[in-house]
């Protein structure tokens, strides 16, 4: 039986192929850097948050609420950081955690992204950067 095919772009395939290739045996440890933390993350940060954390600002801080709904659409676990969280599973072995601030009057929206200690061991910075840039900007809104 032949499985259907998947038309994936390179920038998805780079990130699976790495971690199907690199991840290791270390399962998450439930500990959470920023992307600034992550080896060499100085040098992609301010790309990362122009193109990932600021538009995950805008597309989930007026309504917090459509955070939750996409996260149980990708099988999330509902957190408690900021007014809307949710970790999600990237890989079997790299966890996320994805968190947003509602807006008012006094400050803008905010949004922040957090990886385990372990991401390292599974994928590259850059493949990481990757993974952020392309899927909060797809996920489903």
């Not at 971690?19 to 439930?30: D, E």
């Not at 301010?46 to 149980?72: H, M, T, W, Y």
């Amino acid at each position: 039986m032949l499985s259907p095919r998947l038309d994936l772009t390179r920038n998805d395939q780079v990130p699976i192929l790495q971690y199907l290739s690199q991840a290791t045996s270390v399962v998450p440890r439930s500990q959470w850097i920023s992307f600034l933390q992550l080896p060499r993350g100085e040098l992609y940060h301010l790309s990362f948050v122009n193109e990932v954390i600021k538009p995950l600002a805008e597309r989930f801080g007026s309504c917090p609420q459509d955070l939750v709904a996409r996260a149980r659409e990708l099988s999330g676990t509902l957190g408690t950081m900021g007014d809307a969280g949710a970790g999600i599973a990237v890989f079997p072995r790299l966890p996320v955690v994805v968190s947003v601030r509602e807006g008012d009057e006094e400050f803008p929206a905010s949004a922040n992204i957090l990886f385990d200690a372990t991401t390292p061991l599974h994928l590259t910075t850059a493949a990481t950067w990757v993974l952020g840039v392309e899927y909060p900007a797809n996920s489903g809104g």
